[in-house]
């Protein structure tokens, strides 16, 4: 069954520390992961793309890196900001006949100053 | 969320009603989704659209049905509303060309008393 688990499911930081969310994987066949920034109250906003062939993407403060052997994909924040605090929603993409999404639960990060 | 709205954004309703969640365009693409997010589970694909006319379930459409008369507009409809689909119902749109990936509207949060 394709699956996608997401860790922690929270996580508390003090601002201006750094953190890594974890996304497993059991997704076949890939065609690329995504992490989506969400929100409160508000629709998932496309943070990273990574196909199966790249182990590294960066989007400002935030870095992905994936692990297509193991299935493992991490996001990793640094320096975090009181605007990070979010829901952070990991996305694999299947492509086997027809395109579609197998999301995460995601993590839900809160950050304070 | 640029180029995507929902209306209405919230709304609370009894059950066995009927209703009708809206969702614009103004991207002019081809792909269209309708999706709900609950707690402990990702993103649930309801109903899509590849086109005028033409759409399909998704994992989870008992109950739901869908309309897509005009390339922009893409209707959700619950025939006889229920408190299970209390939830938030998220559209989604995409260009044919799959690295663009989703852009998510805002959602509707729907209450079913």
């Known amino acids: 069954k394709n699956q996608v688990e997401q860790s922690p499911q929270s996580l508390i930081i003090l601002e201006g520390k750094n953190c890594t969310l974890q996304c497993n994987y059991t997704v076949s066949p890939f065609s690329n992961l995504r992490w989506y920034k969400q929100d409160t109250g508000r629709g998932p906003v496309s943070l990273t793309i990574m196909t199966f062939s790249e182990n590294t993407k960066s989007n400002g403060r935030y870095t992905a890196t994936l692990d297509a052997d193991t299935k493992q994909s991490s996001l990793h924040i640094t320096a975090s900001q009181l605007s990070d605090s979010a829901s952070y929603i990991c996305?694999?993409?299947?492509?086997?006949?027809?395109?579609?999404?197998?999301f995460g639960t995601g993590t839900r990060l809160k950050v304070l100053a | 969320d640029a180029g995507i709205t929902q209306s209405p954004r919230h709304k609370v309703t009894e059950t066995g009603t009927p209703v009708t969640l809206r969702c614009h365009q103004t991207?002019?693409?081809?792909?269209m989704y309708w999706y709900r997010q609950d707690p402990g589970h990702g993103l649930r694909l309801i109903h899509y659209s590849y086109g005028v006319k033409d759409t399909d379930k998704g994992e989870v459409s008992d109950g739901y049905s869908v309309s897509r008369s005009k390339t922009e507009d893409f209707l959700l409809t619950l025939e006889s509303a229920t408190s299970s689909q209390t939830s938030v119902y998220f559209c989604?749109?995409?260009?044919?060309?799959?690295?663009?990936?989703?852009?998510f509207g805002s959602g509707t949060r729907l209450t079913v008393v």
């Open positions: 991207e002019n693409h081809r792909y």
């Open positions: 989604a749109i995409r260009p044919p060309q799959q690295s663009y990936g989703y852009t």
């Open positions: 996305v694999v993409i299947v492509t086997s006949g027809t395109y579609k999404y197998i």
